[in-house]
């Protein structure tokens, strides 16, 4: 809780637009302390159910004071990088007015949603679908900036229009791809853009925050019955059906164990799959003693992150979720499907063991720091506090390893940084002609 209360201690003109390491803190309480803070042990059954079960008594101990003392080590290096690098928000040009900002949000959600829906109805070639992504990543942008364009009175009727049918189109073709995370993510975004365009909270605000919440935790208990159903059960379903099967799924649950029943049942599926203290602990109990370390071999998919693969079509494709699983058991032989997520902190285990654990969780407080030098800098213009929502919203999936978090950003940044640049351009031009052709005609001897 302490970079939190640090974030809401300082005066609103020194606060960063964004409460990134504050949410990273909390995410990393709920994934890492939380567990045990309760009293719960062996929680995580869905990654575990095939090991042995740890010992409350002997298990946790190594793994309890690593997450202490990495997390103050991420702390440490965001401090330290903070007091030797000054605040130098993104360049991007001159500006753009709210009208041109308005009209080409529009343009991001609905061409954005649109891209999305088509990526999942077709068999996109893998080359293509980093492309298909970026413009989902835009479509973010488009409906975080109309969220600050309407708090500031700047949107009409068709403008809030398409802003609420992106919200909602977004949040269902994320929950039928069967991942909630997608669209706890683009709620989460929402939410920053309008902290971003307000720097208060009001009633209302945590009002919807704990129905979302509430209705994600819900959704989360029939998900593995979704996933059974969309993905394995043979029977291609199309992508106008999958968010209605899923909201059938939780309406059945609601009819048959009320709404008190399938919060419960929500929570507990939470709860044991975000319990990643388990899944850290089985790895420091066998790593290396039964598992050699890795040495470093999962970051190696780093170096071709700053390459577009349709520059790269031969670029390897990773599997780190599946070489993890059958490493270090939790999966069958006969699993060539499955994924099990190796978060970044357990990577660094696996790879270096305790040490690499305090260095790596420091050099990432770096990071963090760094970024927010650049994309969230008290005082920074709106258009840079947008970027770093859709740029620093997907960090916060502290779940996943680290070149899956962390290793598109730089192509990200820079085509982000191009979209912009290219708008503000124009935005500029056209006010430049607007200007030159409300200018009084000269007089003729004047003209030469």
Known sequence: WLPGWAYLAQPPERRPPLPLLAIVGIANGMYYALQLALGLDNVNRVQMISLAPLDPARDYLIPVRLALFSWIALLVGHWYARRILRPKPVRLGSGMSALTLREWSVRFVVGGIALDFLTQALPIPVMLRGLLRFALMLAQFGIAALIVLEVRGRLNTRHRVVLGAGIVSTLLLGIGTGSIGTSVFAALSALLALWVATQRVRAWWIAVGLAAAALFVAL?????????????????????????????????????????????????????????????????????????????????????????????????????????????????????????????????????????????????????????????????????????????????????????????????????????????????????????????????????
């Open 220 to 448: 989360r208990g029939v998900a593995i019955d979704y996933r059974r159903l969309a993905w394995f059960s043979g029977q291609e379903l199309p992508v106008t059906q999958r968010s209605q099967v899923i909201l059938g799924l939780l309406a059945e649950r609601v009819e048959r164990d009320g709404v008190d029943g399938a919060l419960l049942h929500g929570w507990e599926s939470v709860s044991t799959r975000s319990a990643n203290l388990d899944l850290f602990a089985d790895v420091v109990r066998r790593t290396p003693r039964d598992v050699p370390y890795w040495n470093g071999e999962t970051y190696l998919s780093l170096v071709g992150a700053a390459v577009p693969r349709f520059l790269w079509p031969n670029k390897p494709q990773k599997q780190l979720g599946q070489a993890f699983g059958h490493r270090y058991d939790y999966l069958s032989d006969r699993d060539v499907s499955t994924s099990i997520n190796l978060p970044y902190f357990v990577e660094l285990y696996c790879n270096f063991g305790a040490t690499g654990v305090i260095v790596g969780m420091f050099v990432i407080g770096l990071i963090y720091a760094a970024l927010e030098q650049r994309l969230n800098a008290p005082g920074q213009r709106v258009i840079v506090s947008l970027c770093g929502i859709v740029l620093l919203v997907p960090l916060l999936n502290i779940e996943s390893d680290f070149s899956l978090v962390f290793g598109g950003l730089i192509l990200n940044c820079a085509a982000l940084w191009l979209a912009v640049t290219y708008i503000e351009r124009l935005s500029a031009a056209k006010g430049a002609r607007v200007t030159a052709s409300m200018r009084p005609l000269q007089p003729t001897s004047a003209v030469r």
